[in-house]
């Protein structure tokens, strides 16, 4: 084993202090002058909330500001806010919050077009009116959509934690590998280095990769399906 090897090898066994838990954050944000914790919120939910807000149908132009009445939603509650996973799930807490802003959304686009004496047209790209917009809060499509951008999310930031505990070289090995699906030939001849190189980065971040992911359901109160062989 090199030098090189034992060295990487150090700088991934523990995930990096930088990145808070869950629990701990939101625990900061009952602070609104806490303005650093309120960035670092939006920066990890507002692409998570915006994916799921455009997959429902609401324009490009206008997601973003969704966007932004959930976020000043979840600050109003945020004083009286009680994190218990045995209640119920962060995740499922937050997609009540998003969906709650989507119809409050659609239903004031409604009330404006029922103003004006033309007939109502889609200004969207999704080809439907406004009238027909109005998604039911308990429609199952919905909560489907947000299952899908929450894989997304949950995977996105699992591999920013293990970006962050592992060293740059391996970690653009096992990205490259394991997650873009290269070559083992092209990985070796783009970063200069071995087979046993690359599949040892894999080996060991797939593990801590698997590791995030369990903190991160832990985290949010989320259940994983027991599978069985």
Not at 29 to 48: G, H, M, N, Q
Not at 107 to 127: A, E, H, I, M
Not at 156 to 163: G, I, S
Request: neutral net charge; charged residues 30%.
């Amino acid at each position: 084993m090199t030098t090189e090897t034992m060295s990487e090898e150090s700088r991934t066994t523990h995930p990096p202090a930088s990145v808070p838990t869950r629990p701990s954050l939101l625990a900061r944000l009952k602070d609104w002058e806490d303005d650093t914790s309120w960035r670092e919120f939006a920066e990890i939910y507002t692409p998570l909330i915006r994916g799921f807000i455009l997959k429902s149908g609401v324009s490009e132009a206008e997601a973003q500001d969704v966007a932004q009445d959930v976020l000043v939603s979840v600050a109003k509650q945020m004083p009286e806010f009680r994190y218990d996973p045995a209640k119920g799930s962060f995740k499922s807490w937050l997609f009540n919050q998003t969906r709650w802003r989507l119809v409050d959304h659609f239903r004031r686009q409604q009330r404006r077009v029922l103003l004006v004496d033309d007939p109502p047209n889609d200004d969207s790209g999704t080809g439907t009116s406004p009238l027909n917009r109005v998604p039911d809060p308990a429609d199952e499509g919905l909560a489907k959509i947000w299952e899908s951008e929450w894989e997304q999310h949950r995977l996105a930031q699992a591999l920013r934690r293990v970006k962050e505990a592992a060293s740059p070289r391996q970690f653009q090995m096992f990205h490259l590998f394991a997650v873009q699906g290269w070559a083992m030939a092209e990985v070796c001849r783009t970063l200069g280095a071995n087979r046993a190189q690359v599949y040892m980065a894999k080996m060991r971040l797939s593990r801590m990769l698997k590791r995030e992911l369990t903190e991160l359901d832990a985290d949010s109160g989320t259940r994983r399906p027991v599978r069985h062989s």
